[in-house]
């Protein structure tokens, strides 16, 4: 890997597809409470935690649901009342999540912010204490499923079955945990105009790449990963590959790269027309090959 080359290609996406794209992007509605920096953390997690699928549809339903919250949503999640604020959900749906599994995570977010204060505390202390992102996500995920939901099932714990687990992922089973990585990121670094740095304590440097279809497939296209199964370890060796690019910030690209993809700039199926204007095209495996057949077709 010529890591300058790379690293000047990726510059140049970076400049292309910068701040200008907020508006297509969750991270959007969390920029909107600066100044709030405990409602960032809420508004974060539920958009980061409903970021599956197209951009416009998850910015409509995570608004949504901020409306029925007052726009208020640090104060509202702390005193969440399972019976008197359940009902303001009825007939709120984002794919395979429901009323009544918001209504739960919200439930269990209030856990945590009556126990620990504001979401960030909670991460802070679990990255001091485990060291490492991994780690750090693994504590959540365990603290959120080990917490009473009785007002939702009558056991008191989640259905192996329920929704609302989609929601909290584990490395150690393999998962990419793109939407909490993405979360982290959002949280954690800073230095541009797109994330918060409302995490000091937990460095960009250790951060994951939030690993979505777009960033898995033009990775692959950059040589920054050989695997084609996306999950935790394709995310690790993505990272790993780029923390050669850029030490301190690996993912200081994935918002550039999954915008990308997402723009329809780099579409699944191989367009020359799209290809040739692209910042990537002189570190682009698919690309190199498609223009050798096309030189010797032309021959």
Known sequence: MDVARLRGALDRLAARYNASRLQHDPLSIVREYQGSPRDQEVVGLLAAVLA??????????????????????????????PAGDAPRFVGWQYRLWKARDLACL????????????????????????????????ERFTAYMLSRDCSPFYRSGRLPARAPVRSFFPRPSDGSACKRLNLYL?????????????????????????????HVARISRYLGLT??????????????????????????????????L???????????????????????????????????????
């Open 106 to 137: 919200l439930h269990l977010l209030r856990q945590l912010l009556e126990e620990h204060g504001s979401v960030g505390s909670f991460f802070q202390k679990a990255y001091a204490e485990t060291g490492s992102v991994a780690g750090m996500l």
């Open 185 to 213: 990121r959002w949280m954690a670094r800073g230095g541009d105009t797109l994330d918060t740095a409302l995490w000091p304590t937990i460095p960009a440097a250790a951060l994951v790449m939030p690993l979505d279809t």
């Open 226 to 259: 050989r695997r084609r199964s996306p999950g935790w370890r394709m995310a690790d060796a993505i990272t790993a590959a780029l923390r050669q690019v850029a030490p301190e910030d690996p993912v200081r690209y994935d918002f550039a790269l999954s915008h």
């Open 52 to 81: 599956f699928g197209r951009a416009e549809l998850i910015i409509r339903a995570v608004r949504d649901l901020l409306g029925r919250m007052d726009r208020a949503p640090y104060e509202f999640v702390l005193t969440f009342d």
């Open 261 to 299: 993809g997402i723009s329809g700039d780099c579409p699944r199926r191989l367009d020359l027309a799209k290809c040739r204007p692209c910042p990537l095209n002189s570190v682009c495996r698919r690309y190199r090959l498609a223009s050798a057949r096309t030189r010797r077709a032309a021959r």
